[in-house]
């Protein structure tokens, strides 16, 4: 028990030991004070809320802006009076880049779910046709087969299992 108690005091330590390491200013005296004076080296837009600045004497600066178009008007001013700087834009933030990994992945995982859902509906119609329905229950199996992707297969086949027919 002391030692947990020992981890965990000096976890909080650690934590609360943590410094920033830039300094939060606002875009007009970023652009009238801090920009005259010095020379930027990078400028780094973490999300669309705000905008991290190095500068030669590796002072960083942290500017907040509303959206994506402000971001890109500051950068503009910046510019405008120090031409020779990177501009990095870290999609590794929270919000941009945990969507665009999940359409990356939806991306690789379309065409499989597309095949397998072509299989399923392959199999399910070719039961359907043949089965001794009649024509009404054959159209209805088929139709909720077809509107209801995964699902509507899935379900007829496990109905048709389940009632002893092949």
Known sequence: MPGRLLFIASVLMMLMSCSKDHKNVSRSEFIKIILPEADVQNVTVKDENSVL?????????????????????????????????????????????????????????????????VVLLWVALRKIIRSGEDGMHKILYAMISIFFPFFGPIIYLKAKKRSGYR
Do not use: C, M
Not at 56 to 80: G, P, T
Not at 93 to 107: D, K, P, R, V
């Open 53 to 117: 600045i190095k500068t030669d004497e590796n002072a960083q600066y942290r500017v907040e802006v509303n959206s994506a178009k402000q971001a890109n008007e500051f950068i503009k001013e910046i510019e405008s009076q120090d031409n020779s700087f990177s501009i990095i834009y870290d999609v590794s933030s929270e919000g941009i880049g945990a969507a665009l990994a999940i359409w990356q992945f939806l991306y690789f995982l379309f065409p499989a779910l597309l095949l397998a859902h």
